[in-house]
């Protein structure tokens, strides 16, 4: 299965100091077996930016290391082991509408069944949008569809509990095409502000970081050579606040400092960082 990574923090400085707590949770292993592909988008600089890089990888990729030298609070990524769509780019996640940068880890049921259906559900100047085949990207623009309707699709500012009523909606869309709740639906999207993401049919686990103490990322700086040497000065950053979520069946239990969000769950930050983990609402659709 595919992994899932999105992160969203208050310091573009520090994305890895933050992430170093956590490393472990960012590491493909060899022996996990062979990659479909990898990517992940960011917000920097006032651009909406992705990298993708849509090609089988049979080694070690560990997005710690991809990541570290980024300058951006919000950050979502995907490693894809493909259940729907070839090996391109256009299946290769993140996907992106405007502001919103968008990955699933997991497979809708029924998939060519309800491939019809999901398609009518959403406003067709979005249909126009879908590049490629994956279950993944039509969820997305779902998804988008919900906001459009709520009036908030080019809304910077859109509350979390809004974008995440969206999100919940397009999950309920897509269960009611399915015919039942057994679509594995890791969804996880941000417009550079808020952050949502859901926990339903694979585990996904949270850190949240407030502030850090002796920053070991910090203590080591590059000498002269190019190699690192230690530095005995503290780093403190108690300023720093982050969040990351990380989804993927294939994920040990976790340990401190990761806790797994309960199934059936919506999780929202705001902009604020404000982290709600609730039960995905009871939709209407």
Known sequence: MSRLLAYIANDPQRIRCALHPGREALRHEAADGPLDGWGFGFHGGGEVLLQRRPRQHSGELDFYELLGDLRTDVLIGHMRKATVGIVKNDNTHPFRFRSWIFAHHGTVGRWEAVRAGLLEEIPDFLRRNIRGETDSEHLFHLFLGQLHRAGKLDDAHVAPEVAGRA???????????????????????????????????????????????????????????????????????????????????????????????????????????????????????
């Open 167 to 285: 999100m919940a909606e397009a999950l309920a869309v897509c269960d009611r095409l399915v015919g039942d709740g057994s679509s594995t639906l890791n969804m996880a999207a941000s417009n550079g502000r808020i952050l949502l993401a859901t926990a339903r049919g694979a585990p996904l686990h949270c850190s949240q970081i407030s502030g850090i103490h002796e920053c070991p990322v910090c203590k080591e700086t590059p000498s002269g050579s190019g190699a690192m040497r230690h530095s005995a000065r503290p780093f403190e950053h108690d300023h720093l606040r982050a969040v990351v979520l990380v989804g993927d069946d294939g994920l040990a239990a976790p340990r401190a400092p990761w806790t797994t969000v309960p199934e059936g769950s919506l999780v929202t930050v705001s902009h604020e960082l404000r982290l709600e983990i609730a039960p995905l609402p009871a939709t209407a659709t």
